[in-house]
């Protein structure tokens, strides 16, 4: 089997390559800062003990670093995520139909709600690959155009507001599909557009100004869910804050943002959309075959 691992760097890592400095700068740079030395060191530790036991487990492996991957991943049967939920949702940008892993490498200190097999040794993990104890799900995801151009697929959530948050977010809402057309002016804080699994963290967060227990669904559920974030509630005429979407429906987004409007895909992919740009946004006919163990 042809195994690609994309181990995700750890902060202590991120900080060294990023400000090019020694341990001994960067030690002072934390002390500074009030930052909990142990507990990034320790996290360092674990997560650099996870890449080296899954790289002798797994001998014929290619294992490369996360920022290391900058190409869509070709030839291969699986693809391992070392990481938390923003690296899975990173590595699945570069991925059409192979088969990703989620494995939480810091179960410890990261929910990892995307990562499946993060409760887990390495061993333990492996033996269950071995011996075939898991199954493939298939995971909607966002598909999304802006000015006819493609976004990338969301595994999560897509945004579209303005990139600085103290600024109103403006925009036209057109919803075209099962329940007819409806069309909405709307000023808020931006849209976030989610999928079963991206309803577990942003939109989570934000859903539960209108719905106190939250709305979670399975990341297998063939649907899309929109929420507009902060409105503003006393603009005559608008009394659509949140909606779903299901294969065939249309979301049309016409920005009225006076700032720098952006659109995000995943918090990872940025896209401009400025006053004159129109989104287009739909539940992907291309799900994300993950692999998960066959207890979940």
């Given at each position: 089997m042809r195994i690609l691992i994309v181990a995700k760097e750890s902060?202590?890592?991120?900080?060294?390559?990023?400000?090019?400095?020694?341990?001994?700068?960067?030690v002072k740079k934390y002390s500074s800062e009030g930052a909990n030395l142990k507990v990034?060191?320790?996290?360092?530790?674990?997560?650099?003990?996870?890449?080296?036991?899954?790289?002798?487990?797994?001998?014929?492996?290619r294992m490369i670093a996360m920022s290391g991957l900058k190409e869509p991943v070709k030839e291969q049967d699986l693809v391992v995520s070392l990481g938390g939920?923003?690296?899975?949702?990173?590595?699945?940008?570069?991925?059409?139909?192979?088969?990703i892993m989620g494995v939480n490498s810091d179960p410890s200190r990261s929910i990892g709600a995307l990562c499946g097999w993060g409760s887990e040794t390495p061993e333990q993990v492996i033996e269950r690959i071995h011996n075939k104890?898991?199954?493939?799900?298939k995971w909607?995801?966002?598909?999304?155009?802006?000015?006819?151009?493609?976004m990338a697929l969301g595994t999560s959530e897509y945004?579209?507001?303005?990139?600085?948050?103290e600024f109103m977010s403006r925009h036209v809402l057109v919803y075209r599909g099962r329940l007819g057309e409806m069309k909405y002016e709307q000023k808020n804080s931006g849209f976030i557009f989610a999928t079963g699994a991206g309803s577990t963290g942003w939109y989570d967060s934000t859903v539960r100004y209108l719905h106190n227990e939250g709305r979670v669904f399975a990341p297998t559920e063939q649907k899309a869910v929109f929420i507009a974030t902060e409105p503003y509630r006393f603009k005559r005429g608008v009394n659509i804050f949140?909606?779903?979407l299901f294969p065939g429906d249309v979301v049309e987004l016409q920005s009225l943002n006076d700032s720098e409007g952006i659109a995000t895909s995943d918090c990872w992919e940025n896209y401009e959309f400025h006053r004159g740009s129109t989104a287009i946004i739909r539940v992907s006919n291309q799900p994300l075959n993950v692999i998960v163990p066959e207890s979940s």
């Amino acid at each position: 089997m042809r195994i690609l691992i994309v181990a995700k760097e750890s902060k202590y890592e991120w900080d060294r390559k990023k400000f090019g400095i020694s341990h001994e700068e960067l030690v002072k740079k934390y002390s500074s800062e009030g930052a909990n030395l142990k507990v990034i060191i320790d996290s360092h530790e674990h997560q650099l003990f996870v890449r080296k036991r899954f790289a002798e487990l797994l001998p014929d492996a290619r294992m490369i670093a996360m920022s290391g991957l900058k190409e869509p991943v070709k030839e291969q049967d699986l693809v391992v995520s070392l990481g938390g939920d923003n690296s899975f949702t990173y590595v699945t940008h570069f991925l059409d139909s192979i088969p990703i892993m989620g494995v939480n490498s810091d179960p410890s200190r990261s929910i990892g709600a995307l990562c499946g097999w993060g409760s887990e040794t390495p061993e333990q993990v492996i033996e269950r690959i071995h011996n075939k104890q898991y199954r493939i799900n298939k995971w909607t995801r966002l598909e999304g155009f802006v000015d006819n151009k493609p976004m990338a697929l969301g595994t999560s959530e897509y945004f579209f507001g303005e990139r600085l948050r103290e600024f109103m977010s403006r925009h036209v809402l057109v919803y075209r599909g099962r329940l007819g057309e409806m069309k909405y002016e709307q000023k808020n804080s931006g849209f976030i557009f989610a999928t079963g699994a991206g309803s577990t963290g942003w939109y989570d967060s934000t859903v539960r100004y209108l719905h106190n227990e939250g709305r979670v669904f399975a990341p297998t559920e063939q649907k899309a869910v929109f929420i507009a974030t902060e409105p503003y509630r006393f603009k005559r005429g608008v009394n659509i804050f949140e909606g779903e979407l299901f294969p065939g429906d249309v979301v049309e987004l016409q920005s009225l943002n006076d700032s720098e409007g952006i659109a995000t895909s995943d918090c990872w992919e940025n896209y401009e959309f400025h006053r004159g740009s129109t989104a287009i946004i739909r539940v992907s006919n291309q799900p994300l075959n993950v692999i998960v163990p066959e207890s979940s």
